[in-house]
């Protein structure tokens, strides 16, 4: 055991394999990697010196098939503790034990053991995983339709021996459901992942983000282009989990992202995360073009219409620049009339004017529009949660010249948060999904965790993502049938309604802390994320398991340790913080603490009063047809049970009712009794967490255990805060004692 190890490996650690009959076995079955033609297809690099900094003990790779055998020489020698051999072709017979990894271009013996049409039916990134024999000879063929569903594929035969599974009878074809899982960077805005008190700040007086464009003091001389190890750690774990998009800066966008320097280091970037499939895209400022700094092209505010052809030229040539040395620059994230970021409605158009303007402008150049759908401006209606959708749903549904309906462009995608507020813990689905038929839609869930924790608690959300993905929508056909597939997944997927453009978005929570993630198990999140962007339909249990043994131990003990606290975690920070459907109770925008009593915020819908409307009478936000029938967004059936406090599933029900303190809730309690047993036992389950924890000591290396032992006794006094903050605060409503526990 490595006792200062500093969790800077991820899940992609390779320790030896310590069960010495797995050992033994993964030793006979691999023993040689062969990939050829490796160095033939080098990726486009626009940068004539891109280089490590100095010290570095990553290297940049010329091709994604030296990535994927780099990985697996990186990945078996680790594992089996030994050097595996490595050959770039397999001479008269395949060694028995070859590991063999391409695709049916680039190797001759790929082309020869494995038919064209089995890949051709996993498209551009899926891959085959399969034990062949010839003789007495076995061997296994990693199979990709492209380098990348190679590279997907040599990750998955890697994950198999790190979470203890057989390499031998394999045969293993996957693809991924949605096409573009990508990652948006904000960069330290709500970010917890830096070395520092608040998790924000970062080491070597870096400022804690990822990557590094203008840091200063210590680390001045390390800004991009050079590229860091950790760009490249976080570029193979993306690419592990098959993340193959990312928009590096913050949604409240800064203009220098598009200057000629800035772009010049976003260059090199790409340029080092290209081998591993991973394409950049932007945040951009919709008013960047009236900024004095790209003088003298720069617009005025006439210009500004987004049906203007300036206006288009303008996003035109700005595109043209970045792809100029970023061919395969995927477009730009837009925030827009959101959190005083301005947009098309500053200019007298609507989001789809200022969508389509963007997207008319970057088609050319075959570049896509992420429209953020995060709005809430007040005069469209009085509660928060209706505004996003009055304001889009009619340009889904607007009918068009050609008789078709819809006026976003094919290549606009609305990026729409799981929720109707801001990711909350648990909240109900976004009423857009399944209700934007005639547009493409991408999923946004966030990764970091600004409301769920922060650096401080152990919160797994998969299990938050998976309920989210396989809530059904029951959306309906245009004569009111329900759809075949109609979870907010296959919405997302497109299956729902036959949508090819399919994206899925998580905001992302890497940073600069030597585990680049803040808390150890944050890193679990990151990578639930990846494998439920690539397939939704996974059980957020085998994820947590594979994540457990690719990180802490394969000791069964162990490993039924972690994942039972895990599986329990995001289910009790829900009930200390927010339960049964209690919204946004947290102090102003820091987002950590309890603030149910804050009433002066500058926004009354910042306010967590407003959210709880506590009275004598009880707690929560009518949202059913007698109070702001926000339930009538969703599909009748979601509407209908949504709307009746007796139908509403209860872990909801504060969403959309304001419940009376004796209300009987369905476990025979009433609801004041129910509402303090959730913060309690909440509380309690984190103690447990921190028994558990402590008892796993002696399996876990010491500087790791003594970290997250630390952050487990803050996270049990901060849980308690927010249950006695919050029961005692109801209470001055409720009149009610807290009932024996
Ligand atoms: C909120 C965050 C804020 C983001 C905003 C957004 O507090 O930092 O800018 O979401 O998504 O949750 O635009």
New binding site residues.
């Given amino acids: 055991m490595n006792d200062d190890y500093d969790g800077s490996d991820l899940w992609l650690r390779y320790v030896p394999v310590s069960d010495p009959g797995l050992l033994r076995r993964y030793r006979k079955a691999v023993t040689t990697v062969i990939v050829e033609n490796a160095d033939r297809d080098k990726v486009y690099r626009h940068t004539p010196d891109l280089a490590m900094a100095p010290g570095s003990t990553e290297r940049l790779m010329e091709s994604t098939l030296e990535a994927a055998r780099e990985e697996l020489v990186r990945g078996l020698s680790g594992l089996l503790d030994r050097r595996v051999r490595v050959e770039s072709r397999p001479g008269h017979h395949i060694p028995d034990g070859a590991v063999i990894v391409g695709t049916r271009d680039s190797s001759a013996t790929v082309r020869r053991l494995v038919p064209a049409e089995d890949l051709a039916a996993l498209g551009d990134a899926g891959y085959l995983v399969r034990s062949l024999s010839a003789g007495p000879h076995e061997f296994t063929v990693i199979a990709g339709g492209t380098a990348v569903g190679a590279l997907y594929g040599a990750f998955a035969f890697l994950r198999l021996l790190q979470t203890g599974k057989p390499v031998t009878d394999l045969d293993i074809a996957d693809r991924p459901r949605v096409a573009n899982r990508h990652l948006n960077y904000?960069d330290t805005?709500?970010l917890y992942a830096g070395n520092d008190e608040s998790g924000t700040g970062g080491l070597n007086g870096e400022n804690g983000a990822i990557f590094n464009f203008a840091a200063t003091g210590a680390s001045a001389d390390l800004n991009l282009p050079l590229i860091l190890d950790r760009y490249l750690v976080a570029a193979r774990a993306m690419a592990s989990v098959g993340i193959n998009g990312i928009t590096i800066n913050?949604?409240?966008a800064n203009n220098a992202y598009l200057t000629p320097e800035y772009i010049a280091q976003e260059a090199a970037l790409a340029d080092a995360l290209r081998p591993y499939g991973i394409r950049l895209a932007l945040s951009i400022r919709y008013a960047a073009p009236t900024d004095p700094r790209f003088a003298p092209d720069t617009l005025t505010e006439e210009q500004m219409a987004p049906v203007d052809a300036d206006f288009q030229a303008w996003w035109n040539r700005r595109a043209r620049q970045i792809q100029e040395s970023i061919p395969d620059f995927v477009g730009f994230t837009v925030?827009a009339n959101?959190?005083g970021q301005p947009g098309p409605q500053d200019f007298g158009y609507d989001h789809g004017d200022g969508a389509n303007g963007m997207a008319v402008a970057v088609a050319p150049l075959g570049l896509t529009i992420y429209w953020?759908t995060?709005v809430y401006n007040p005069d469209v209606d009085t509660d928060r949660l209706k505004r996003a959708y009055l304001e889009f749903g009619p340009i889904d549904d607007e009918p068009q010249p050609d008789g078709s309906h819809g006026r976003f462009l094919e290549n606009v995608f609305l990026q729409t948060?799981n929720g109707p507020l801001?990711?909350q813990a648990r909240e109900p689905i976004h009423p857009m999904f399944g209700r934007m038929a005639n547009t493409n839609q991408a999923i946004e869930l966030?990764i970091t965790q600004?409301?769920t924790g922060q650096s401080r608690m152990l919160c797994f959300l998969a299990p938050m993502w998976e309920e989210i993905l396989k809530t059904d929508t029951h959306a309906t056909d245009d004569q009111g049938r329900p759809l075949d597939h109609r979870l907010v997944g296959h919405v997302v997927d497109g299956t729902a309604q036959g949508h090819s453009a399919t994206s899925i978005v998580g905001?992302a929570n890497l940073g600069n802390a030597d585990n680049l993630t803040g808390h150890h198990f944050s890193q679990a999140n990151f990578y639930a994320f990846g494998r439920q962007a690539w397939d939704w339909t996974l059980d957020s249990a085998d994820l947590a398991d594979d994540w457990v043994r690719m990180t802490w131990s394969g000791d069964e003990d162990v490993v039924d340790a972690i994942v039972g606290m895990m599986m329990g975690s995001w289910e009790a920070l829900v009930s200390y913080q927010t339960p049964l459907g209690i919204g946004h109770q947290f102090t102003a925008d820091v987002?950590y603490g309890p603030g149910p009593s804050e009433s002066d915020l500058p926004r009354e819908d910042w306010n967590p009063t407003y959210y709880n409307q506590a009275d004598s009478v009880g707690l929560g936000y009518d949202r059913s047809p007698t109070g702001s029938d926000l339930t009538a967004q969703y599909f009748p059936a979601l509407a209908a049970e949504y709307g009746s406090i007796d139908t509403v599933p209860e872990n909801l029900m504060m969403w959309f009712h304001h419940v009376p303190w004796d209300h009987p809730m369905r476990s025979g309690r009433i609801f004041w009794d129910e509402l303090v047993d959730h913060y309690y036992s909440g509380v309690e389950y984190v103690g447990g967490m921190r028994r558990t924890w402590d008892s796993l000591e002696p399996a876990i290396d010491a500087r790791r255990f003594a970290e997250v032992r630390a952050k487990l006794a803050l996270h049990e006094v901060d849980a308690a805060d927010w249950r006695d903050t919050c029961v005692g605060y109801w209470q001055q409503f409720s009149g009610r004692e807290i009932p024996d526990q």
């Fill in positions: 904000w805005e709500r913050n949604v409240n925030k959101s959190e953020r995060f948060k801001d990711f966030q600004e409301y905001v987002h």
